[in-house]
């Protein structure tokens, strides 16, 4: 009996083991969606009262995928405690790349690297007004973070670490 009840044991968590960040099954599935500036805006809204950890990325850019295990991990460690992750995909920049290709593309990045997070995928008429809107200096990554009120406490250009990612959440949130 002892023998058999460690089988189980060890083939449960070789499942676990394998399985990875990508295996979600029972988690809820990330909100991933193409918004203008206005509907980035109402996405945003929906998280008042909460800080922001506002991350600006892309599929194709590499120090954006090499730093997304570390924010989603920043996300998990803040959420319930007055802090949020919600990242903008730039994979619209593409010329000839269609709403629902990004849309297809995104999801699959997001599925493969665990990402529970909400995704807004940017599609705007022109990109001049995000930057503007938020400050941004034009490449990716960027990162913010909005207090409670959604004023904008700290932005920083370029890869960021986990350390960073938290810095930035916890100064927002006021810790």
Excluded at 34 to 39: C, E, S
Excluded at 73 to 80: K, L, T
Excluded at 134 to 143: C, D, E, K, T, Y
């Amino acid at each position: 009996m002892r023998n058999r009840a460690k089988v189980v044991c060890l083939t449960a968590l070789a499942c676990l083991l394998l399985s990875g960040p990508a295996d979600l099954a029972g988690q809820a599935q990330p909100e991933i969606r193409v918004v203008d500036l206005k509907g980035l805006d109402l996405a945003l809204a929906k998280y008042q009262g909460e800080a922001i950890l506002l991350n600006f990325w892309a599929i194709w850019c590499e120090p954006c995928v090499a730093e997304m295990p570390d924010l989603l991990a920043v996300g998990r460690e803040f959420r319930g405690k007055g802090g949020r992750v919600v990242t903008v995909s730039y994979d619209m920049m593409i010329p000839d790349v269609t709403p629902d290709a990004a849309l297809k593309q995104v999801r699959a990045f997001a599925a493969k690297q665990g990402m529970d997070v909400p995704v807004l995928i940017f599609d705007g008429p022109d990109y001049d007004a995000i930057n503007k809107r938020f400050g941004l200096p034009g490449p990716v990554p960027v990162s913010i973070t909005l207090d409670r009120k959604g004023t904008v406490v700290e932005r920083h250009s370029g890869k960021s670490s986990r350390e960073d990612f938290a810095g930035m959440l916890r100064r927002a949130i006021g810790k």
